[in-house]
């Protein structure tokens, strides 16, 4: 209760906190907040050009396949590395002033949050512009979206705490991204992929269960409730172990800030 109580106190400076990294995201880019919407369209046309064009493998709605999956992806990796970089990059306010520390991750995250949001926009207008368009399912995107900010939050609260004390995680963790982004079927169908040897890998991995029901809202199919509900589990379980163990470890963060 305590924790929730300083937190409702803090509620002002996270909006501050949040505010100040994006602003700094886009300090010194002439594009701001228009790369937001620009860079993931330019990624989207990259790979469908690869391995639709090239390769032959993909479908009229490709582009929307691979947009769905490079949206969710880009936020948790993003979302995670910044939180991990947060309380080190912020040491020097630390040492001065008293603010709850698990301000600077959840800044970071929620950051990446809205911009990732207001990214959806491309979503939106390539979908249409594929054929792709809203049913009733659509409505089940609601969930993903708040499974993705949960992941990326409890995740991004253990790497932050890790980092202080370990700061190779960094380097560590940029390789354990690229096995995440390849396990969760980005640019290619999982089910050509999957077979009994190899299903488990992407079964374990909860980004793509995400994906998963997010590609589904998208495309109008039935969400896969298994599927849903592994990523609920371990998105609600990295956040409580996030808060657990950052809340026992941070009044030892100064000594190795």
Not at 82 to 103: C, E, F, Q, T
Not at 198 to 218: D, E, G
Not at 221 to 245: E, K, N, R
């Amino acid at each position: 209760m305590s924790v929730i109580k300083t937190f409702g106190k803090y509620r002002n400076l996270l909006g501050e906190l949040v505010k100040k990294d994006i602003k700094l995201k886009y300090r010194n880019s002439y594009l701001g907040v228009i790369w937001t919407l620009l860079e993931p369209l330019l990624t989207m046309i990259v790979l469908t050009l690869v391995f639709s064009e090239l390769l032959g493998k993909g479908t009229k709605d490709f582009p929307v396949y691979i947009l769905t999956g490079r949206l969710l992806y880009s936020f948790f990796a993003n979302g995670t590395k910044a939180a991990l970089k947060s309380v080190r990059a912020n040491a020097g306010m630390i040492k001065k002033v008293y603010v709850p520390k698990y301000m600077y991750p959840f800044a970071s995250v929620l950051s990446g949050y809205i911009i990732f949001l207001i990214s959806m926009v491309v979503l939106a207008i390539v979908a249409i512009a594929r054929g792709v368009y809203p049913t009733v399912q659509l409505f089940w995107i609601v969930i993903p979206l708040l499974q993705i900010l949960l992941l990326t939050a409890g995740t991004g609260l253990i790497l932050a705490t890790m980092a202080v004390f370990f700061r190779d995680i960094e380097y560590l963790w940029g390789v354990a991204l690229m096995l995440i982004m390849y396990a969760s079927a980005i640019f290619y169908q999982a089910d050509a992929v999957m077979n009994e040897g190899n299903a488990w890998i992407f079964k374990l991995n909860p980004l793509y269960a995400v994906i998963v029901n997010f590609r589904n809202a998208v495309f109008g199919h039935a969400p896969d409730m298994q599927a849903m509900w592994y990523a609920t589990g371990f998105g609600a379980a990295a956040m409580l172990i996030g808060i657990v163990v950052f809340y026992k470890k941070q009044d030892k963060f100064i000594l190795y800030l």
